[in-house]
């Protein structure tokens, strides 16, 4: 049986193209229920305040950093979206007198324009809002090394080499409205991927590489990064692949409630603890990767009642 039409973008694969009975079974899921999602390789933590949910996700990097030594370097892949726990890590850091001269940082994504990466005088540029919210507020003599600063770029062979002979101790990020990480969205429904999306094992031996957004991402950027400004936000970036996501030790994912809406938490967490994969549903392939975390802050994760406003 053919599969649904998407309600967002008919030329595009995307979760409304999913049974309607598993958009149900994820729609119904109560706080207690997504708690309870946790399995072998899969874990899920809730937060209580905002404070005490980017306090832990800043830890992250520090508790990666920390491994790092001459013979082990060690990074952490990085998102902007969210961004509040990058000043935090500065802090810790500069308190901490931690030195991260053997430590590596690989940005996710960014922007592509014009038949390049985005340059970091570009008001939305991820390269620039890293250095500016977390690595020029670290001391100079406990910063690593800008060589071991690594964004992706329209030609991504330097980037992806980067990722041979340093240690990923956790990818970490957060989730859009079309339940990507990164910008590995779903594709275009054409040619071959016409009547089904790539499977996830196809999906899955994508690298880093120029992404076409699809519409819904677009609107959710606008909204998130430039006040509805949809004629600002570029139709393609530069997304880390899930042969990159592969390579990191864990993959950690942040709700704070902001860049997703409380269905679209539910759907992925449903997804990947049940092992249902569908690259309709990047975030979904998750599900087989061998250690994966969400991280929920409670009020963020609301309920999917009917609500007029």
């Not at 859009?176 to 590995?184: C, R, S, T």
């Not at 819904?216 to 990064?225: K, Y």
């Not at 042969?243 to 269905?263: K, L, Y």
């Not at 975030?283 to 007029?308: K, Q, W």
Request: charged share 20%; net charge negative.
């Amino acid at each position: 049986m053919s599969r649904p039409i998407s309600k967002i973008a008919p030329e595009w694969w995307d979760y409304t193209t999913l049974e309607p009975e598993l958009l149900a079974d994820a729609a119904r899921l109560s706080v207690e229920d997504i708690q309870a999602l946790s399995r072998p390789g899969f874990t899920v933590t809730i937060y209580d305040t905002l404070e005490e949910f980017y306090l832990a996700e800043a830890l992250e990097y520090i508790k990666a950093w920390r491994q790092a030594t001459p013979d082990n370097p060690v990074g952490i892949c990085g998102p902007i979206g969210p961004t509040e726990q990058l000043p935090l890590v500065a802090r810790l850091v500069n308190d901490l007198d931690m030195k991260l001269h053997n430590a590596h940082f690989w940005g996710m994504d960014e922007w592509y324009m014009d038949g390049r990466e985005v340059p970091t005088d570009h008001p939305l540029s991820f390269e620039r809002a890293d250095r500016e919210l977390c690595f020029s507020r670290i001391r100079p003599e406990l910063v690593m090394p800008d060589a071991n600063l690594h964004f992706p770029k329209a030609d991504p062979s330097a980037y992806e080499a980067s990722w041979h002979g340093v240690r990923c101790a956790v990818m970490q990020g957060g989730q859009g409205e079309v339940k990507h990480w990164a910008f590995n969205d779903p594709v275009r429904r054409q040619g071959p991927w016409q009547d089904a999306p790539p499977s996830p094992e196809e999906y899955g031996k994508l690298g880093t590489r120029v992404v076409e957004l699809h519409p819904l991402t677009l609107i959710q950027n606008a909204r998130t990064s430039g006040g509805g400004q949809l004629a600002l936000v570029p139709t393609h970036a530069i997304s880390v692949g899930p042969r990159q996501t592969w390579m990191a030790e864990c993959v950690s994912i942040w709700h704070a409630g902001t860049h997703d809406n409380p269905f679209g938490q539910r759907l992925t967490a449903l997804m990947i603890s049940k092992g249902i994969a569908d690259s309709a549903v990047p975030m979904s392939l998750l599900a087989n990767h061998p250690n994966v975390r969400f991280s929920f802050y409670r009020p963020g994760i609301g309920t999917c009642d009917t609500e007029m406003h």
